[in-house]
């Protein structure tokens, strides 16, 4: 991991050619009491995560009375499609999905086009002032602003999933254009000065050469919009009316009253919320930890 | 030839003579090719519609005695001379702000050690990362459902098998610890991205420094009280920015904890806003609103500030 944790480019380039793996003060024996240090604080997350899948994976009988500790055994796995058929997961997922869609794709490509267009033309006084008034969300926090929110998404027929992706999108618009501006003024212009001369337009010079360059910092906001997204519950749950569109974490929270009657039941039905991103991060860890630490330089 | 000149040429001034007039406009509020104004314009309509037109609404509305519905008509400063003399209210800012201020502590030195341990010579440091990583990527929600359980089933169990008196209840039915729980499950989850911002940090460090600090003598506690930590310090800021900004917005992890119970003692300032879809308090809350707007911008600018001072890195 010393070698995939990384600081950007962007953001260190003179550090980056110094650095070496890691300072080791002793000269590269390793610490075994700081070893089990670790490991034992370790447990502070392992354990509780065991307990959400020992859960899930017992029947009522064999939770009893007890921690909910011990080992499920025999594996019941019927809780799953009893939490499955019970919350309706496979539409609440596609709501989920629909949400993340939207704000992972709208974050990207609103952003990074308002960034460009601000960076690139700096020189107008109307550009320096957008960029500013973009950035007064930095303080406006959802809750600030919540009760004539769901009020105006009503009013215009967006109290849905589609509404909730687009008060995504906004609510990360200043944080994003602050992201992409600064890793737009590190891209020398005169890649996008030679492609005029070839003949492209505005656009096709966004698209051919702009874009493909700021793929690090787009998977970084992409990364960002897609955890935000898909765990968000505030305001999902305070935008979309019908209940039958909500996302997620909004039906377990929805279904609380029902799972106190089965615990097992409500673990396999959390579980299910839990896994598609721990699945994704410990699939794509490398790229969500360095866009993280990107994201938290700049 | 002259002919067809005349004629084109005096369309020609006739248009310059009408940009002269429009010409100012247009440079005022287009003075770029317009592919430019169309990636900034809809972005900049979309932002005023969807935030800023709602929080000027919402200032409006909090001058008023509106209740959702109906008619309505302006009270002054009554609402925010209310909120200010009402009990729920000071309770709900009592108890945000202590538990921000304790939650941030405990995430920002906890993560501080995680993250000087995972960045020593330890054994399966790779793996332990990981671990200590995932619950970045968790909903603060259904984690909280996790711990309910656990600290209200299983916990008492464990405490009163082995007799230890205080923790033979559940902590988070009793209104005096519940928000410890809270804290606790609210630091469980913000404590990895703070160990990965001081990890960029640390890596950021150059090696040279510790050799240097260690041909002259200085011990493991020296280094990192004189070295590491004033080095650290803009990625301290950060982390105090970001966690405690979170923090003052808390919602998910109360509602999945307690609910803002027992009684409301640990309502917060974003579940007590929202309480104004009911009981006619529209306006009202909007009023609360307003104030909790201004003092999130009182400690981002107080932060902000800081990080200037201190050198910091934005």
Same mark, same amino acid.
């Given at each position: 991991?010393?070698?995939?944790?990384?600081?950007?480019?962007?953001?260190?380039?003179?550090?980056? %050619?110094?650095?070496?793996?890691?300072?080791?003060?002793?000269?590269?024996?390793?610490?075994?009491?700081?070893?089990?240090?670790?490991?034992?604080?370790?447990?502070?997350?392992?354990?509780?995560?065991?307990?959400?899948?020992?859960?899930?994976?017992?029947?009522?009988?064999?939770?009893?009375?007890?921690?909910?500790?011990?080992?499920?055994?025999?594996?019941?796995?019927?809780?799953?499609?009893?939490?499955?058929?019970?919350?309706?997961?496979?539409?609440?997922?596609?709501?989920?999905?629909?949400?993340?869609?939207?704000?992972?794709?709208?974050?990207?490509?609103?952003?990074?086009?308002?960034?460009?267009?601000?960076?690139?033309?700096?020189?107008?006084?109307?550009?320096?002032?957008?960029?500013?008034?973009?950035?007064?969300?930095?303080?406006?926090?959802?809750?600030?602003?919540?009760?004539?929110?769901?009020?105006?998404?009503?009013?215009?027929?967006?109290?849905?999933?589609?509404?909730?992706?687009?008060?995504?999108?906004?609510?990360?618009?200043?944080?994003?254009?602050?992201?992409? %501006?600064?890793?737009?003024?590190?891209?020398?212009?005169?890649?996008?000065?030679?492609?005029?001369?070839?003949?492209?337009?505005?656009?096709?010079?966004?698209?051919?050469?702009?874009?493909?360059?700021?793929?690090?910092?787009?998977?970084?906001?992409?990364?960002?919009?897609?955890?935000?997204?898909?765990?968000?519950?505030?305001?999902?749950?305070?935008?979309?009316?019908?209940?039958?569109?909500?996302?997620?974490?909004?039906?377990?929270?929805?279904?609380?009253?029902?799972?106190?009657?089965?615990?097992?039941?409500?673990?396999?039905?959390?579980?299910?919320?839990?896994?598609?991103?721990?699945?994704?991060?410990?699939?794509?860890?490398?790229?969500?930890?360095?866009?993280?630490?990107?994201?938290?330089?700049? | 030839?002259?002919?067809?000149?005349?004629?084109?040429?005096?369309?020609?001034?006739?248009?310059?003579?009408?940009?002269?007039?429009?010409?100012?406009?247009?440079?005022?509020?287009?003075?770029?090719?317009?592919?430019?104004?169309?990636?900034?314009?809809?972005?900049?309509?979309?932002?005023?519609?969807?935030?800023?037109?709602?929080?000027?609404?919402?200032?409006?509305?909090?001058?008023?005695?509106?209740?959702?519905?109906?008619?309505?008509?302006?009270?002054?400063?009554?609402?925010?001379?209310?909120?200010?003399?009402?009990?729920?209210?000071?309770?709900?800012?009592?108890?945000?702000?202590?538990?921000?201020?304790?939650?941030?502590?405990?995430?920002?030195?906890?993560?501080?050690?995680?993250?000087?341990?995972?960045?020593?010579?330890?054994?399966?440091?790779?793996?332990?990362?990981?671990?200590?990583?995932?619950?970045?990527?968790?909903?603060?929600?259904?984690?909280?459902?996790?711990?309910?359980?656990?600290?209200?089933?299983?916990?008492?169990?464990?405490?009163?098998?082995?007799?230890?008196?205080?923790?033979?209840?559940?902590?988070?039915?009793?209104?005096?610890?519940?928000?410890?729980?809270?804290?606790?499950?609210?630091?469980?989850?913000?404590?990895?991205?703070?160990?990965?911002?001081?990890?960029?940090?640390?890596?950021?460090?150059?090696?040279?420094?510790?050799?240097?600090?260690?041909?002259?003598?200085?011990?493991?506690?020296?280094?990192?009280?004189?070295?590491?930590?004033?080095?650290?310090?803009?990625?301290?800021?950060?982390?105090?920015?970001?966690?405690?900004?979170?923090?003052?917005?808390?919602?998910?992890?109360?509602?999945?904890?307690?609910?803002?119970?027992?009684?409301?003692?640990?309502?917060?300032?974003?579940?007590?806003?929202?309480?104004?879809?009911?009981?006619?308090?529209?306006?009202?809350?909007?009023?609360?609103?307003?104030?909790?707007?201004?003092?999130?911008?009182?400690?981002?600018?107080?932060?902000?500030?800081?990080?200037?001072?201190?050198?910091?890195?934005?």
């Amino acid at each position: 991991m010393a070698t995939e944790v990384r600081t950007p480019a962007v953001a260190a380039p003179r550090i980056e %050619s110094r650095r070496k793996p890691r300072p080791v003060p002793e000269g590269g024996r390793i610490n075994w009491g700081l070893t089990i240090i670790v490991a034992i604080c370790s447990l502070t997350i392992i354990i509780p995560l065991y307990f959400a899948i020992a859960m899930a994976l017992k029947s009522p009988a064999q939770t009893g009375t007890g921690t909910g500790f011990n080992f499920p055994w025999p594996i019941h796995w019927g809780n799953f499609r009893a939490a499955w058929d019970l919350t309706d997961t496979p539409l609440a997922f596609a709501m989920s999905t629909l949400v993340t869609v939207i704000a992972v794709v709208g974050e990207i490509l609103i952003s990074s086009l308002a960034a460009w267009a601000i960076v690139r033309n700096w020189g107008h006084w109307q550009f320096r002032v957008t960029f500013f008034y973009l950035l007064a969300a930095l303080f406006i926090p959802f809750p600030v602003v919540a009760l004539p929110q769901v009020k105006l998404m009503a009013a215009i027929g967006l109290d849905n999933p589609f509404g909730v992706g687009i008060l995504h999108i906004m609510f990360q618009l200043a944080f994003n254009v602050l992201l992409f %501006s600064a890793f737009i003024r590190s891209i020398p212009v005169e890649l996008e000065e030679s492609a005029r001369m070839d003949g492209c337009t505005t656009w096709q010079t966004y698209r051919k050469i702009v874009l493909p360059l700021l793929t690090p910092i787009a998977a970084t906001v992409g990364i960002f919009a897609f955890l935000q997204s898909w765990n968000d519950f505030m305001m999902p749950q305070l935008i979309t009316a019908n209940p039958k569109w909500q996302t997620l974490p909004v039906i377990q929270y929805l279904f609380q009253d029902q799972f106190t009657t089965n615990f097992n039941v409500a673990f396999a039905s959390y579980l299910m919320a839990l896994l598609p991103t721990l699945v994704v991060f410990l699939i794509a860890q490398r790229w969500v930890v360095s866009g993280i630490m990107r994201g938290s330089i700049k | 030839m002259t002919a067809t000149a005349l004629p084109s040429q005096r369309t020609e001034t006739a248009a310059r003579s009408r940009r002269g007039a429009l010409g100012k406009v247009k440079k005022l509020f287009f003075p770029v090719a317009p592919a430019y104004l169309l990636m900034v314009i809809p972005a900049i309509i979309l932002f005023t519609f969807f935030i800023i037109y709602p929080t000027i609404q919402g200032m409006f509305w909090s001058l008023t005695n509106y209740v959702g519905y109906g008619t309505w008509h302006f009270v002054g400063l009554a609402n925010y001379q209310a909120a200010f003399s009402d009990p729920t209210i000071r309770d709900s800012y009592g108890f945000t702000l202590l538990f921000a201020v304790v939650a941030c502590i405990v995430t920002n030195v906890t993560a501080l050690a995680l993250a000087l341990a995972l960045n020593a010579k330890i054994k399966w440091r790779t793996g332990l990362r990981t671990v200590f990583f995932m619950p970045m990527v968790i909903s603060g929600l259904v984690i909280s459902y996790v711990f309910t359980f656990i600290l209200s089933t299983s916990v008492p169990i464990i405490a009163s098998a082995i007799h230890f008196a205080p923790l033979e209840t559940s902590i988070l039915a009793n209104q005096h610890t519940a928000w410890l729980g809270i804290v606790l499950v609210a630091s469980w989850v913000a404590i990895p991205g703070a160990i990965i911002i001081f990890l960029a940090g640390l890596v950021s460090i150059p090696t040279e420094v510790y050799e240097a600090a260690s041909i002259d003598g200085a011990s493991a506690w020296k280094q990192f009280q004189r070295m590491t930590f004033p080095l650290l310090f803009p990625f301290f800021v950060i982390n105090t920015i970001l966690t405690f900004k979170s923090f003052l917005n808390v919602y998910d992890v109360v509602v999945g904890l307690t609910n803002g119970g027992p009684g409301t003692a640990t309502t917060s300032v974003a579940m007590e806003i929202f309480s104004g879809f009911f009981n006619g308090d529209y306006a009202y809350q909007m009023a609360n609103a307003v104030i909790f707007f201004a003092i999130t911008m009182f400690f981002a600018v107080f932060q902000l500030g800081v990080m200037r001072r201190r050198g910091g890195v934005l």
